[in-house]
């Protein structure tokens, strides 16, 4: 009886001096535990946060020509067209009229050392030319044509990153673009309708329409054949665009005034100002030629000139769709 007592005293002496030391234990299990539950809520969280963005992206998309989007996660965990950022560096959208040197401009800023999203976007979706050669970017434009709404599209261009499109002005786009650096290009209009009939007839863009005139002889009755197409849909276009040559905080590019080498100069420097940048090149010479006359996927294949199609009743239907007027409004005199 003593024994089993004496034992049990022993026990009881040996738990009492484990159990501060079983605490620690269990306290620094529990700490342990805690650390390590709070590192999984948040990759939890990372991975909720991730399907959310697809979510918001995917269930966006509409019918589109494309099977997926493809977009890279930055370090910031953003996403992105391009994986490549300049964080010292403005966003820039390029607001530009078809056939006013949307690319050309693109080539600019890109010597400029902006970097290029290959991305054209409109309000319903974006033309994705990332990894397409020229000839690619002409002739099979639906197969790169994906639909999102322009608010999801736009932010995935990033500090440094630059975006094409021919953008309506209206209060909705005007508000998305209210943190981007905005570059409007426009260009005589009479000779936008001849480059625009010149691009369709080069290409495979255009349809069946342009398929009635393609082939014919250069000359003034392409040009109405090009009007009896296109022109309602051109015009009607052009309507929505030119009220950004008054917008607030944009800069103005005149097409004209890039291929005129005594304002070529002037007019990249008072653009590296507006974006507040310094000029990178110190031979003009070179500069303009990374740029002037590139293939792109809109070039015509060389400079307009407007006098082989154009005759009385050329400006007739010119006039008729209210291109005098929406020249004037644009600052060109006829």
């Known amino acids: 009886m003593l024994l089993r007592k004496m034992a049990s005293a022993v026990r009881l002496f040996r738990n009492l001096w484990l159990l501060p030391h079983i605490n620690e234990s269990l306290t620094a299990f529990h700490k342990e535990n805690i650390i390590a539950l709070n590192i999984i809520r948040k990759e939890l969280k990372d991975i909720s946060q991730n399907l959310s963005d697809s979510n918001k992206i995917f269930n966006n998309q509409e019918a589109s020509h494309t099977d997926s989007i493809q977009l ?13 950022i300049a964080d010292e560096r403005c966003r820039v959208s390029i607001i530009s009229i078809p056939k006013a040197g949307t690319y050309l401009m693109g080539k600019i800023l890109s010597q400029l050392g902006f970097i290029d999203t290959e991305i054209h976007a409109y309000g319903e979706g974006y033309f994705d030319y990332r990894n397409k050669t020229v ?24 500090e440094g990153q630059f975006v094409v499109g021919h953008f309506h002005y209206n209060n909705d786009v005007v508000q998305l673009l209210n943190n981007f650096a905005k570059i409007f290009v426009c260009r005589d209009l009479r000779d936008v309708v001849v480059s625009h009939m010149r691009w369709l007839a080069g290409t495979k863009r255009g349809g069946k329409k342009a398929d009635e005139w393609r082939d014919l002889p250069e000359g003034p009755e392409k040009m109405l054949c090009w009007f009896e197409t296109h022109g309602e849909f051109i015009f009607n276009e052009l309507k929505k665009i030119v009220g950004w040559i008054n917008a607030p905080d944009i800069f103005i590019v005149n097409f004209e005034n890039l291929f005129n080498e005594n304002k070529f100069a002037a007019s990249i420097i008072n653009l590296c100002d507006y974006l507040q940048i310094s000029f990178p090149c110190s031979d003009w010479e070179e500069f303009r030629n990374s740029c002037i006359d590139v293939p792109t996927q809109t070039y015509s294949g060389s400079r307009t000139d407007r006098t082989i ?5 050329v400006q007739d239907a010119f006039d008729a769709y ?3 007027d929406l020249n004037r409004y644009l600052g060109y005199k006829q």
């Open 72 to 84: 890279y996660r930055l370090p910031n965990k953003e996403l992105a067209f391009n994986p490549e």
């Open 135 to 158: 000839e690619q970017k002409r002739d099979n434009i639906l197969d790169y044509d994906t639909r999102l709404a322009l608010d999801h599209t736009l932010s995935f261009i990033h």
């Open 309 to 313: 199609y154009w005759d009385k009743r």
């Open 322 to 324: 209210g291109g005098t």
